[in-house]
């Protein structure tokens, strides 16, 4: 009997591309509000996802994240400056370069640290790096950075499409079919016995940090270019780094799919709760309740209702088999 395995093995990439293969009709069917709420949700996807290979396949919750978010963003923003002059598509794996460096750089030592005092830390370095930016005048300082305008929201949409289609297929096939993977789920379970076995945890740690701030880099750059305007506070605010990670605590952490359902969730009841009440106060305490749900009937996350969910398939995937 022929195997099915490497078949199966496949359909998350089939997956993702039939997805992404629907999602460019997409623009041809609605307005272009919703267009821009739609380039948003892949954005957070995304970042989403970024953080879960620190957080959810690591197993360190980083609140500094946004960081990396506006260095990509300024690094786009400062290049794309008359006096420089350098093209959008130029831009992006320069920012991508300024990120990894800098969180090899500071992820040696900080990744030896646990638990809240490895979140503490990069919270601080992230506050660091944010008031730097609101003194230092290449930045712009607390008057902000414009950028040049491009107001074309098919080619954003697009842009963010084609970077999310290809973040999600890379991570599935980093993180659960390579060597790489196994090692970082073993240091996240055990960290000693990971070590015992030959490991080199602090190594595979600095990568999966570097790897993971370089991708949220990416999109903080082409999201400077979409908004045309940033400033420290719109692109390294805490902010930032707390929706990536409530994102993934709501979707499934530790699983690739979950973040992109969770950021999906989130994103639009965000949207619209703003559009119905004008602004996002009331947004808080429902995102406080949704978590207390999630955390009380769903521990694994929305992703645990899908078929091929957490543990044995989820709700919807034990009712599917019974049917």
């Given at each position: 009997m022929v195997s099915k395995r490497p078949r199966r093995s496949l359909l998350p990439v089939v997956a993702v591309v039939a997805g992404a293969a629907a999602l460019a009709a997409l623009p041809a069917f609605i307005d272009?509000?919703?267009?821009?709420?739609?380039?948003?949700?892949?954005?957070?996807?995304?970042?989403?996802?970024?953080?879960?290979?620190?957080?959810?396949?690591?197993?360190?919750?980083?609140?500094?994240?946004?960081?990396?978010?506006?260095?990509?963003?300024?690094?786009?923003?400062?290049?794309?400056?008359?006096?420089?002059?350098?093209?959008?598509?130029?831009?992006?794996?320069?920012?991508?370069?300024?990120?990894?460096?800098?969180?090899?750089?500071?992820?040696?030592?900080?990744?030896?640290?646990?638990?809240?005092?490895?979140?503490?830390?990069?919270?601080?370095?992230?506050?660091?790096?944010?008031?730097?930016?609101?003194?230092?005048?290449?930045?712009?300082?607390?008057?902000?950075?414009?950028?040049?305008?491009?107001?074309?929201?098919?080619?954003?949409?697009?842009?963010?499409?084609?970077?999310?289609?290809?973040?999600?297929?890379?991570?599935?096939?980093?993180?659960?079919?390579?060597?790489?993977?196994?090692?970082?789920?073993?240091?996240?379970?055990?960290?000693?016995?990971?070590?015992?076995?030959?490991?080199?945890?602090?190594?595979v740690k600095v990568q999966a940090f570097a790897l993971s701030a370089g991708i949220t880099s990416l999109f903080g750059s082409i999201y400077a270019y979409w908004v045309t305007f940033i400033d420290p506070r719109s692109v390294m605010g805490p902010e930032i780094t707390d929706q990536m990670v409530v994102m993934v605590l709501l979707g499934g952490l530790g699983t690739v799919w979950g973040p992109a359902l969770g950021a999906t969730v989130l994103w639009l009841t965000n949207r619209y709760i703003w559009s119905s009440f004008g602004d996002t106060v009331v947004y808080l305490p429902i995102l406080g309740l949704l978590i207390a749900l999630i955390v009380l009937f769903l521990p694994n996350g929305l992703i645990s209702l899908l078929p091929g969910g957490r543990r044995g398939g989820g709700v919807l995937g034990r009712l599917w088999r019974k049917l």
């Open positions: 272009p509000y919703s267009l821009r709420i739609a380039t948003g949700v892949l954005m957070w996807a995304g970042l989403a996802c970024a953080w879960n290979i620190v957080g959810g396949y690591a197993g360190y919750i980083s609140f500094g994240h946004s960081a990396f978010f506006g260095i990509g963003a300024y690094v786009t923003g400062i290049l794309m400056q008359r006096e420089v002059g350098l093209a959008f598509a130029a831009t992006l794996p320069l920012g991508v370069l300024v990120a990894v460096a800098i969180a090899a750089a500071i992820g040696g030592p900080t990744l030896r640290l646990r638990g809240a005092y490895f979140a503490i830390a990069t919270w601080a370095f992230a506050e660091m790096l944010m008031q730097l930016a609101t003194v230092l005048d290449v930045t712009g300082g607390t008057g902000g950075l414009s950028l040049p305008a491009y107001l074309n929201e098919f080619f954003f949409f697009y842009v963010m499409l084609g970077v999310a289609a290809v973040v999600y297929v890379g991570a599935w096939f980093l993180l659960e079919r390579t060597r790489f993977g196994y090692r970082l789920k073993a240091l996240r379970d055990h960290e000693p016995a990971a070590e015992a076995l030959g490991i080199h945890t602090t190594r």
